[in-house]
């Protein structure tokens, strides 16, 4: 079969799905209600998640070095995702709700992968894109829902609501365990079996996780730093202590040796001022833009960023 470009392919699969989806459900309604159900089609529709998704068999998976990059094509083989992965995308198997060993990703296997639908994508074919989530599609009954909920925890598309369990696993994108209200105003991963048939279907998860909108993350330390920055090279110098603390960060300064020392939860950010390399959990990385004191305060390169708001 002849494949389509991405984004005439990707139009006319999201108006199918969209079309049936509203045709089944208008069908399964009491006929006194059609009349409300179509007032509420003519609406706005719901910006309920931040992610797309793709789900396909992996065909190929091409290594550079140690880079990863899976080659994905959907079931009637009319379109074809190149998905490269970076450190920090999650894995999932959809039957366990475990982490999948990213080694173990190889022909054959069916997956779901979701990635930002607010990042720029190059306008290539095939499409190329890095995940945020990826999710093996087990043989059982495993089911994956990622979606913004509502404080009743209804998904915005209003297809599955939440019936939260003292049993159900709640975590935060780092693995670690957080409380029923922490998953208020983020986008969830849910995991679960079996749902019901009302409309929308109810669920006991088994698991979710909790997903920071990183945009809002983003505008919030904007925010906080306001006009509080230099531009050096082209490039926004920080006040690496003020950014760091927002973002829930304990900071140590060490103004006689020029060292800022950054630490949350199991991630640890050593920076020598004046230097272009820096400590990521004892890995070195560089920055573009080298680190200054400026008015006796750190300043760090805006690619911290991308650093900080990955541990949130």
């Given at each position: 079969?002849?494949?389509l470009?991405?984004?005439?392919?990707?139009?006319?699969i999201t108006?199918?799905?969209?079309?049936?989806h509203?045709?089944?459900?208008?069908s399964?309604?009491p006929?006194?209600t059609?009349?409300d159900?179509?007032?509420?089609?003519?609406?706005?529709?719901?910006?309920s998640t931040?992610?797309?998704?793709f789900?396909?068999l992996?065909?190929d998976v091409?290594?550079?070095k140690?880079?990863l990059?899976?080659i994905?094509?959907?079931k009637?083989?009319s379109l074809?995702?190149?998905f490269?992965?970076?450190?920090?995308?999650?894995?999932?198997n959809s039957?366990t709700?475990?982490a999948?060993?990213?080694?173990?990703?190889?022909k054959?296997l069916?997956?779901t992968?979701?990635?930002?639908?607010n990042?720029?994508?190059i306008?290539?074919?095939?499409?190329?894109?890095?995940?945020?989530?990826i999710v093996v599609?087990?043989k059982?009954?495993?089911?994956?829902?990622?979606?913004?909920?509502?404080d009743?925890?209804?998904?915005?598309?209003n297809?599955?609501?939440?019936n939260?369990?003292?049993?159900?696993?709640?975590?935060?994108?780092?693995?670690?365990k957080?409380?029923?209200?922490?998953?208020?105003?983020?986008?969830l991963?849910v995991?679960?079996?079996?749902?019901?048939r009302s409309?929308?279907?109810?669920?006991t998860?088994?698991?979710?996780?909790?997903w920071?909108n990183r945009?809002?993350?983003?505008e919030?330390?904007?925010e906080?730093?306001?006009?509080d920055y230099y531009?050096?090279?082209g490039?926004?110098?920080?006040p690496?202590?003020?950014?760091?603390?927002h973002l829930?960060y304990k900071?140590?300064?060490?103004?006689?040796n020029?060292k800022?020392?950054?630490?949350k939860?199991n991630?640890?950010?050593q920076i020598?001022?004046?230097?272009?390399k820096?400590?990521?959990?004892r890995?070195?990385r560089?920055?573009?833009?080298?680190?200054a004191i400026?008015?006796?305060a750190?300043f760090v390169?805006?690619?911290?960023l991308?650093v900080l708001?990955?541990?949130?």
């Amino acid at each position: 079969m002849k494949k389509l470009p991405a984004l005439v392919t990707a139009t006319l699969i999201t108006g199918l799905v969209i079309s049936t989806h509203s045709a089944v459900a208008s069908s399964q309604l009491p006929r006194e209600t059609h009349n409300d159900f179509a007032k509420q089609e003519d609406r706005q529709p719901v910006d309920s998640t931040d992610f797309m998704e793709f789900s396909g068999l992996i065909t190929d998976v091409k290594k550079d070095k140690d880079f990863l990059t899976l080659i994905v094509e959907n079931k009637d083989k009319s379109l074809e995702m190149h998905f490269p992965l970076s450190d920090n995308v999650l894995l999932f198997n959809s039957d366990t709700t475990e982490a999948f060993d990213k080694d173990q990703l190889v022909k054959g296997l069916t997956i779901t992968a979701y990635y930002d639908k607010n990042k720029p994508m190059i306008m290539i074919y095939p499409p190329r894109t890095t995940p945020e989530i990826i999710v093996v599609n087990g043989k059982n009954r495993g089911q994956v829902k990622v979606s913004k909920f509502n404080d009743q925890y209804v998904s915005l598309d209003n297809e599955l609501k939440l019936n939260i369990a003292e049993e159900t696993v709640l975590l935060n994108k780092q693995g670690d365990k957080i409380k029923k209200e922490k998953l208020q105003g983020k986008e969830l991963i849910v995991f679960y079996d079996i749902s019901t048939r009302s409309i929308p279907a109810q669920t006991t998860p088994k698991k979710i996780i909790a997903w920071d909108n990183r945009d809002q993350l983003f505008e919030q330390v904007q925010e906080a730093v306001g006009d509080d920055y230099y531009i050096k090279n082209g490039m926004k110098l920080l006040p690496i202590k003020k950014v760091a603390e927002h973002l829930g960060y304990k900071v140590k300064w060490d103004s006689k040796n020029a060292k800022v020392e950054l630490g949350k939860q199991n991630q640890t950010i050593q920076i020598n001022i004046g230097k272009e390399k820096y400590s990521l959990n004892r890995s070195l990385r560089s920055f573009e833009v080298v680190p200054a004191i400026i008015n006796d305060a750190p300043f760090v390169s805006e690619e911290i960023l991308e650093v900080l708001l990955n541990n949130q």
